[in-house]
């Protein structure tokens, strides 16, 4: 399901507080990767929030690293 770009959303999000977010993520104040798509910032997968999220629980969202395989469809 795809999930709507918004501000309600994004602060919900869980990317920030990711084990797998990063210095450049930040810096690019990137997050809500279900909605905006993949990271552009190299990365270690170092765990994955993306199952506790409340956003992907709200939008039934089955995957995990949205940073890195991009929105959900």
Do not use: I
């Not at 990063?22 to 929030?49: I, V, Y």
Request: aromatic share 10%.
């Amino acid at each position: 399901m795809r999930v709507p770009d918004t501000k309600e959303n994004l602060d919900r999000c869980l990317c920030r507080e990711c084990p797998s977010y990063n210095a450049c993520m930040k810096e690019g104040m990137q997050g809500l990767f279900c909605a905006r798509g993949k990271t552009n910032c190299d990365f270690e997968r170092q765990g994955c929030f993306c199952g506790r999220c409340p956003v992907s629980t709200e939008y039934a969202l089955n995957n995990f690293y949205f940073c890195n395989t991009g929105a959900a469809e």
